[in-house]
Nanobody, 128 residues
């Protein structure tokens, strides 16, 4: 059974930085995708970023492009999202997501229905 456990959220002032981490367990092989979605109150789930853990290919949504970096540590089955220059509109619950199939990841990664596994979510609040 795949499990995703997030950590690192919290309260930060606008312009500050925050690092989110997600530990994945239960994937039976080395090549899978991990990523992050977010959901603000009253809004739909929004893709943030993802990574093919074997190839190292990364993808970013426009919302945090240039203000974030995603990386994975295969040995520790961990994906990290480093965010900086945070804005109040980045306030949301951030979810770690996982998927076993990475083929054509670029075509579907922004679709929440394409991700098989979700963490419980972690709150990120950016104060103005």
């Amino acid at each position: 059974e795949v499990q995703l456990v997030e950590s690192g959220g919290g309260l930060v002032q606008a312009g500050g930085s925050l690092r989110l981490s997600c530990v994945a367990s239960g994937f039976g092989y080395d090549d899978y995708a991990l990523g992050w979605f977010r959901q603000a109150p009253g809004k739909e789930q929004e893709a943030v970023s993802c990574i093919d853990t074997s190839a190292g290919t990364t993808y970013y949504a426009d919302s945090l492009k240039g203000r974030s970096a995603i990386s994975s540590d295969g040995a520790k089955n961990t994906v990290t999202l480093q965010m900086h220059s945070l804005k109040p509109e980045d306030t949301a619950v951030y979810y770690c997501v996982g998927r076993s199939e990475v083929l054509l990841l670029s075509d579907f990664w922004t679709d929440p229905d394409q991700w098989d596994y979700w963490g419980q979510g972690i709150q990120v609040t950016v104060s103005s």
